[in-house]
């Protein structure tokens, strides 16, 4: 509890899933820095008032380069760039720009994809884009100057453009046609796959046989079954409760039970967090190559189970939520706040380190240490 309270929640909610990697011109890495604004916004806004004009136009800039470069095949849709189609030697090829680098998707990558996280990810852009355009609409109100009428006119044409996306990208009744999979009741991406996927290791050619031998060839990727195009939905973990982690869908509607029910399934619950990918599903632990360890199947990491924890939270306070959908979403917030604190906490006093991610069946921490980055964020799940 000590530790927590020492944390200081403006600059920890920038750990949120985000990190800084170089990227190419049309690759993005993760968009959890939108995240952070709407709490200056609402908590500091007064301190914040002069950065709030600075960076309205960036963010106007920066999310139109989203929509350009990362549109997908169909209205509303958007596809992360950077997967390769000629990646044979991954089990399902990366998609690192979406910071989920190795979670299965679409066995085959193509332009016909769809992607529900960046999809989420576009949706809290235009929201928070919305009402930081409105809230700087009101600071100019109280300002003067020659230029004040014309960014006030500036502040409210992004307010309202921006209001206009909010509401194209928080339509249910598109969600649902691009992503939703009514035969198994879950949110998915959408594009051409196969689960009946393996790697091997190629044999040599008898005549290539030599003395010394070869370098060991690496495995390459072997389909057994041709991939379709489809809702990818026979992995599942953290990217199919994005609508409810970044609370896109609202407390009535009848999909949040689904997913609540997803969440606290024992296939992703555990007593130490929730993992990143269900332990019935083909890939889960699984290495994507021989060199490449599994990173987002199964592992608990503490950036998407904070979003969990702070989701849950909205969703048992709201008033339009149904009472019994709110009761169960108040027992899921808590018991996965202290079974991710006694986890965390429970690592830092054994070890002395605060972990990248934990592993799923022991909570033992793993991978980078020591890491303050997201798993401090536990301090805000302790607190908030």
Not at 92 to 110: E, M, Y
């Amino acid at each position: 509890t000590t530790i927590a309270q020492q944390a200081h929640p403006g600059f920890q909610s920038l750990c949120v899933s985000y990190c800084f990697q170089p990227e190419k011109e049309k690759r993005v890495h993760k968009m959890a820095l939108i995240e952070s604004i709407p709490r200056f916004t609402a908590d500091e806004a007064a301190r914040f008032r002069h950065w709030s004009t600075l960076v309205l136009p960036r963010l106007h800039k920066w999310y139109q380069w989203f929509n350009h470069t990362q549109a997908g095949p169909v209205p509303l849709s958007y596809r992360w760039r950077g997967r390769d189609p000629k990646a044979i030697h991954q089990l399902n090829p990366l998609t690192l720009s979406s910071g989920f680098d190795d979670f299965p998707r679409a066995s085959h990558p193509t332009d016909s994809e769809r992607h529900l996280d960046l999809r989420c990810w576009m949706t809290v852009f235009a929201r928070t884009v919305s009402r930081l355009a409105s809230l700087v609409g009101q600071y100019l109100q109280t300002e003067s100057g020659a230029s004040r009428l014309q960014r006030l006119e500036e502040a409210r044409t992004l307010a309202t453009h921006y209001g206009r996306w909010a509401d194209l990208l928080t339509d249910l009744a598109n969600l649902d046609e691009l992503h939703w999979s009514e035969a198994v009741g879950r949110y998915a991406d959408y594009g051409l796959h196969t689960d009946a996927v393996r790697l091997e290791v190629p044999e040599v050619p008898a005549q290539l046989h030599q003395t010394p031998p070869l370098e060991p060839r690496k495995p390459v990727r072997v389909v057994d079954k041709p991939p379709t195009l489809q809702l990818v939905t026979s992995s599942y973990g953290y990217l199919n409760l994005f609508p409810l982690l970044l609370r896109i869908i609202p407390p009535t509607s009848p999909r949040l039970p689904r997913l609540m029910a997803d969440l606290s399934n024992r296939d992703l619950w555990t007593d130490f967090g929730i993992r990143s990918l269900a332990a019935s599903t083909a890939f889960y632990r699984k290495p994507n190559t021989p060199q490449d360890p599994p990173y987002w199947r199964g592992a608990i990491w503490i950036n998407m189970n904070y979003l969990a924890v702070r989701a849950l939270r909205y969703y048992a306070t709201n008033p339009k939520t149904p009472a019994d959908i709110a009761a169960e979403a108040s027992r899921l917030s808590g018991q996965l706040a202290q079974n991710l604190a006694r986890t965390v906490l429970g690592e830092l006093e054994r070890t002395g380190f605060m972990w990248e991610q934990f592993d799923d069946s022991t909570g033992r921490g793993q991978r980078g240490h020591p890491f303050a980055g997201w798993t401090t964020l536990i301090s805000l799940i302790l607190t908030e």
